[in-house]
């Protein structure tokens, strides 16, 4: 009889390994079954020793010892896989299990059996070295054809890492060409059946493979894999919103580091963190150029900031929502059988609503956040009887027909621009044009999405009216282009909003063909100028300097301690864990929207150096805290 040490590979186990007798002995790195609870999981053998030797530590667990399954395989994950994979939990603050669950599909574990790990000498020449490439996206992808090509010459394999299952279909339509046979494109939403097939043909092909796929894949074993191309490297999408809470860039640059392959971070503006790292290297982080980096974004359409504070063409000072060159504009597109794209910065007709009696804002009855007030006609049609308020926190729903529940007055006001309102002035200026919506209240899938998209390509003379959603699915160029509402981003408590606010201006400039077109209520702030003439250099340092005057990252780690519950017990936990967390400094405050008694959301805040983090003795501390008590590292926000 045997006693082993595992991994268990699963979330929210609370522990990094647990312990089982085992009849056989399978190998250091075998994958077993294992319960766990009153389910069956998967567990990696990392120690092995016969129970005979360790009967005083058997006899002093306050637990029963339980028997494992039955051996999937000998030999699954590479030594360095398993130690990216303990240094992203430590970084992270999370168990090495929920990283493994992360990083391997399901799917694979299931299949396991037949999908072992063969170990193989890497072809010479490999080293980990991080290479830095800003520039458009053109550019850019010429530049990625080439690196791939160098490193098939040289027997090497490449990893193409993307944030979302549409960045992954552009960029194969780009990148294969050439190379069909040896490119593979994996992701989650494939069948099983697919992603056993692609996985197979991947670890066995003789010829070195281009991977192209998101972070969920990135525990595909190829032995001669040279490097790992992280691309749209500013995006939000590659930090996860559940538990273990794990940012993809931070678990790539370890795999690149542990592994000791090259890495390449790409984007047409990098990251305000990543640039600075660039000029100011440490001794465990130092980047380099894989090219000189561009700072300054070319482009030949027109583009025009029109103030819409106090607009020309009105002898009132009132509120519209399009100005005269924006409505010629949207004429044009008819006339000249062209297409136009209008960003919105929020869905529904109104995004806030409020008393004009009282000021009282109408809110959600579950968590007391903004409701947003919502037409209930379809995306094809933008006319229609009866409004809704939505919470687009918490998803609850009523009927707009109420009265303000402070004065209990009927003059309640909605304000703002949502994406149906926009359709709706674009109705009534060409009540023939066709117009499609693309948000997630309108378009609840991927295939729809790329339905709505490919409908609005194929029609000339039409229009789109869209969120951030749209830039992810809009792959061609569009003739015109035109940022109808932005200035409610400005509001958002979160110390990136200027960095998110200026690379959605930078796509939408990218995406137009003759005109770009930005309306704000905000004429001097400094964003819109640096945007319209593609700025980079400028809008990073003066960035760099508001983070510097403040402290924020990259001038500091910010670990967040999330707590939910009824409100006076989360208070008083919240005020037990700044006391147990001493002597670090932990910093209290309520949620952006708290909610009510019942669901009551607060944060604790911790910022040390950069440098300090990982420290052993924070994190042990950390690791220790009860399950429901959320902790995330570099939150995408403070709030």
């Not at 699954?76 to 090495?96: C, M, N, P, R, T």
């Not at 944030?163 to 190379?179: C, F, M, Q, R």
């Not at 209930?376 to 009887?385: A, M, N, P």
């Not at 109705?427 to 117009?435: E, G, Q």
């Amino acid at each position: 009889m045997y006693l082993l040490t595992v991994i268990p590979i699963s979330r929210g186990v609370g522990k990094d390994s647990l312990t089982y007798f085992a009849k056989t002995n399978p190998p250091i790195g075998s994958l077993i079954s294992i319960p766990l609870r009153k389910k069956s999981g998967f567990g990696l053998v990392v120690e092995s020793k016969k129970a005979l030797d360790s009967k005083s530590e058997i006899k002093s667990l306050p637990y029963g010892i339980r028997k494992i399954g039955q051996t999937k395989t000998d030999r699954f994950l590479s030594d360095s896989f398993v130690a990216s994979a303990k240094k992203i939990a430590d970084y992270h603050a999370g168990e090495v299990g929920a990283v493994l669950s992360v990083l391997i599909p399901k799917t694979i574990l299931d299949q396991s059996a037949d999908l072992e790990y063969k170990t193989q000498e890497k072809p010479v020449g490999i080293f980990y070295e991080t290479l830095l490439l800003q520039s458009d996206n053109s550019e850019r992808y010429a530049t990625y054809k080439s690196l791939v090509r160098e490193e098939f010459a040289k027997n090497r394999s490449v990893f193409f890492c993307l944030p979302t299952t549409e960045d992954l279909l552009n960029a194969t339509s780009v990148l294969e060409k050439g190379i069909e046979k040896y490119t593979f494109t994996i992701q989650a939403g494939f069948s099983k059946k697919e992603i056993v097939r692609l996985w197979r043909e991947i670890i066995e092909s003789p010829h070195p493979v281009l991977i192209i796929a998101t972070g969920s894949f990135l525990s595909i074993p190829r032995s001669d894999l040279g490097t790992i191309v992280l691309e749209k490297e500013s995006s939000r999408a590659y930090k996860m919103q559940s538990r273990p809470f794990i940012d993809i860039r931070a678990a790539v640059e370890i795999i690149a580091r542990e592994t000791n392959i090259r890495l390449v971070l790409g984007d047409s503006l990098l990251r305000i963190e990543t640039l600075w790292e660039l000029k100011n290297p440490n001794r465990d982080m130092t980047y380099s150029e894989l090219s000189p980096l561009k700072f300054r974004s070319l482009s030949t359409n027109g583009s025009e900031i029109v103030n819409m504070r106090f607009p020309q063409d009105m002898k009132k000072k009132e509120f519209t929502i399009f100005g005269q060159k924006l409505k010629s504009i949207i004429r044009n597109t008819i006339e000249n059988n062209e297409h136009t794209f209008l960003f919105c910065g929020r869905k529904g007709l109104f995004p806030i609503t409020v008393c004009s009696d009282c000021g009282t804002v109408v809110v959600c009855r579950n968590c007391n956040a903004p409701v947003v007030l919502y037409s209930k006609s379809s995306q094809k049609t933008v006319t229609g009887k009866g409004n809704l308020f939505v919470c687009n926190h918490c998803g609850e729903r009523r009927e707009a027909d109420e009265l303000c529940i402070h004065c209990k007055g009927w003059r309640l006001n909605p304000m703002g621009i949502g994406t149906e309102n926009v359709a709706k002035e674009v109705a009534a200026i060409l009540p023939k044009v066709k117009i499609f919506i693309m948000d997630k209240e309108n378009v609840k899938t991927h295939k729809q999405a790329v339905k709505v998209r490919d409908l609005f390509y194929a029609t000339p003379g039409s229009l789109m009216v869209g969120t951030e959603m749209a830039l992810s699915y809009l792959n061609q160029k569009i003739e015109n282009c035109a940022v109808v509402s932005i200035d409610s981003y400005f509001t958002i408590p979160d110390f990136q909003i200027n960095e998110k606010i200026f690379h959605i201006l930078l796509s939408i400039r990218d995406l137009a063909l003759k005109n770009f077109l930005i309306q704000t209520r905000k004429e001097n702030i400094k964003i819109f100028d640096y945007a319209v003439k593609g700025n980079l250099l400028d809008f990073f340092r003066d960035e760099i300097d508001d983070r510097k005057s403040i402290g924020y990252p990259p001038f500091a780690t910010y670990i967040k301690i999330t707590l939910e519950g009824e409100k006076t017990t989360v208070k008083e936990e919240m005020e037990g864990i700044k006391e147990f967390l001493k002597p670090y400094e932990v910093n209290i405050f309520d949620a952006w929207n708290p909610g009510g008694k019942t669901k009551y959301t607060m944060h604790g805040l911790i910022s040390i150096p950069k440098d300090k983090w990982v420290d052993k003795e924070l994190l042990l501390k950390l690791r220790s805290l009860p399950q429901y008590c959320l902790v995330k590292v570099n939150p995408a926000t403070l709030l």
